[in-house]
């Protein structure tokens, strides 16, 4: 996979061209989903790639608080295993997926709204699942729509890698440390392209000179500033291995002491680098 190159070129699709993915571009797809890696392999995860339009039609799908449906005529219904941690493994394991869509030209969006009773009986969600989430896929039209008005909505800013890392401590700048580190700094830029729900980044990083501790910003109202934790950490995941490192994922439970983490911010996990 053409790592960065799928990360600086994917957006959020809100439209499609209504063309359907051949047979043989659905077989790929189907074989991307079976051949990823797990955040938390403790945690199983189903994920159910839905190929018949009308189908998905049915499943209600949409962003804008369900206010805008969307005309994907394909969709990946991620459904997990109920137990702690279940979605930031779900994020991780999917923004693999989508990467590797969009390497092979496929478009996608991270859908938080659907027919939640609908998809349950679809796909036979099982008393110890929930469904997370639903990646609509398919061809982008060619739309102001999907390029223009999104940058005239700044919905593709990202915060200063100084905003989101911190070195050691959470009131330390880390600026002196990527001036020495390019790697890591490289690491970081990819890993604050990635998406989350209303762009809000809630995720931060506490780096040493071989740990990245994650944090994400608690929200009542939704749980996917969790799903966004899990997108981000594959970001890092993946860029770490692109930039020739070998890193060890550790999900603890057990929250770090001595960082003067915010109240508002929850412990998910460490890479080890």
Not at 25 to 34: A, M, T
Not at 74 to 95: A, P
């Amino acid at each position: 996979m053409n790592l960065y190159n799928a990360i600086t070129n994917r957006v959020s699709t809100r439209k499609y061209s209504g063309q359907q993915l051949s047979p043989k571009i659905l077989q790929k797809v189907k074989l991307i989903l079976q051949g990823l890696k797990p955040l938390n392999s403790n945690i199983s995860v189903r994920l159910e790639l839905i190929t018949e339009p009308q189908i998905v039609k049915t499943t209600g799908i949409g962003f804008m608080g369900g206010m805008i449906k969307n005309n994907a005529p394909h969709c990946i219904i991620g459904i997990t295993e109920s137990k702690d941690g279940c979605m930031e493994n779900i994020g991780f394991v999917l923004e693999q997926a989508i990467l590797e869509l969009q390497n092979e030209g496929i478009s996608t969006c991270w859908l938080g709204t659907y027919n939640k009773e609908k998809i349950k009986s679809i796909c036979k969600v099982n008393g110890n699942e929930e469904i997370a989430i639903v990646i609509a896929l398919g061809y982008a039209e060619k739309s102001f729509y999907n390029n223009g008005m999104r940058k005239l909505l700044s919905t593709t800013k990202r915060k200063d890698i100084r905003e989101i890392c911190f070195y050691k401590d959470w009131e330390n700048d880390c600026s002196t440390y990527l001036l020495k580190e390019s790697s890591i700094k490289k690491i970081l830029y990819m890993s604050s392209l990635a998406p989350s729900a209303d762009n809000g980044q809630p995720v931060r990083v506490i780096i040493d000179d071989s740990n990245a501790l994650f944090f994400t910003k608690i929200n009542k109202k939704s749980e996917c500033y969790k799903i966004d934790a899990g997108i981000f950490i594959a970001h890092f995941y993946l860029s770490c291995i692109e930039e020739g490192r070998k890193p060890t994922i550790c999900i603890d439970q057990e929250e770090p002491k001595n960082y003067n983490i915010p109240d508002n911010y929850i412990y998910i996990g460490l890479i080890r680098y």
